[in-house]
Structure formats: C-alpha cells, structure tokens
C-alpha cells in the first residue's frame, strides 16, 4: 500500500507534514495540518492524483491546529474525522479551542492557523484506545498516547506508527526535540507512551515534524533523554517562582546551545526555534512543575 508524505509548506519547508494512504478503498488522511495551509494540501492531492472531496477519512493524532486545523474543511466535504474523546467536544464546538488561541497569538491567528468551524456530529467519531479503523485493505489502530497531549492517539498501521508529537520534532538530519505547549504536557505519561509505541515493535515511525524514521529506538532513546534534560533544567525557574517571559531568552540560548553542539548551523537552529518555539516550551514544562509540584 502506498503511503506519501505531503510537505505542507508552513512557513518553511519540512515543518508540518500530512500523509496520505492510499488503501483499496481510496485514500485516508493522516492529519490535515492547519486551515492556513489547505491550499497547499490540496495541491498535494491533486498531484496524487485526488481532490479533498475523494478524502473519505481522516485520522488525528490530536486537535492542536498544526495537526487538526483543516479538519472541519475535509468534513464539509463530507469526510469523517476520527479523534480521540477529550479532543472530541473541541472539534464540534471550537470556539474555545480557537480563542484561546487567539489570545496567544493575537492578530497573527489568522495568518497562522486560518480559520476553524465546527464539525457536525455525522462527521466526528470519538476513538477509544485500541480501536480499529478498518477502510478497504488498511487496518489503522488508534493508540492512547498521553504525555505531549492528553488527547494524543499514536496510529498503528501494520509495522509502522504515525506518531505524532510523542515522538517529537526531528527536523532534516538534526536531533529529535520535544514540542511542550501547554496545557498538558505530562512527563510520566508521554515517557509511558513511548514505550507503549516501542512494545508495538515498528520497524518506522512518522513524524508530523516531520517525516520517517527507521531507527526507531535510538530516536525514543534520545527523545527521552532530552526531554527528562528539559523538564529537570525548567524546574529550577520554576520553584524560583520566576515570570516564563524572563525564564524564556535563557532556556532559548540553552536549546539552541545543544542544537549547536550537536553541530547544527545557524539557519538549521533557527528552523528549530520556529518550529518549537522556545516559550512555548517554557509555558508548557512550567505548568508540568505547577501540576506536579503545586504553585
Ligand atoms: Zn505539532
């Protein structure tokens, strides 16, 4: 069965990737990518051959907008959208998902992500852990992987995983890194969910941020190493009581320090600032310590 890896062109090349499969029941989507992009989705299609209305099916990993955006679009071309419970009512009704968004990055919300509407209940389907999607000749399974979301869901297919966020951002030749945007990332649990998609023996996983990796436990070894590194240097700001915004130029000159080390240029270490921001990884490791620790 053939499966393609669309380059949706955000901001830059190799950022955020949307991946199509084609089953002998026509072609299934994994992740959309944001509204911003669709133009670009569907130029990707279009040169499978399919338009947006031949997308029967779409699958999730989780509803942040750089996976999930353009949903609601597929949907009102009569797609099913497949996501997990806690991610179901946000996708129905998202004006709170969108605004609050929209308090984060402000006038560049539209620019960003575009828009986002509701989806109609025909269309969304609540997946429960273990589920099977069965179209024509490809048998997906929806894993519950906690740790970068709580809603987050791994997809099995056969002896490879699109596994989204819990398998971090590993951009070019470059190192794996963790993407941590609040609210819930939770150490203990995205550790667990790691392993939980080791125990399925992958022979490749694919990446969101972006594309395929075939050493998949050296991958999960370091990602695991590097996120244990940036949960423990966050911690000390954190029981400082210390304001995120200040906390922010420092842990940035540290991740890209280690990026450095690891031999990346300049360019190549902007390219990781872009795609996982370093506030966002503040906000989201110091809200980790708050749950954890208490304020
Ligand atoms: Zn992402």
Redesign the pocket.
Known sequence: MDIHTLDLNFLTDEAIASFVVESSDGPVLVETGPHSTLKNLERGLSDLGYGLEDIKHVLLTHI?F??AGAAWALAQKGAKVYVHPFGYKHLLAPSKLYNSAKRIYGDQMERLWGLMEGIAEENLISVEDGTEIIVGDATFIGWHTPGHASHHIAWQLGDLVFAG?VAGCKIKQGPVVP?CPPPDINIEDWHASIDRILGLKPSRILL??FGEVSEVETHFNELKEILQDWAAWMKVPFEQGRDPRDVTPEFQAYANGQLKAKGLSEKEVARYDAANPAWMSVAGLMRYWKKKLGA
């Open positions: 942040h750089d996976h966020d993407p969101t941020h």
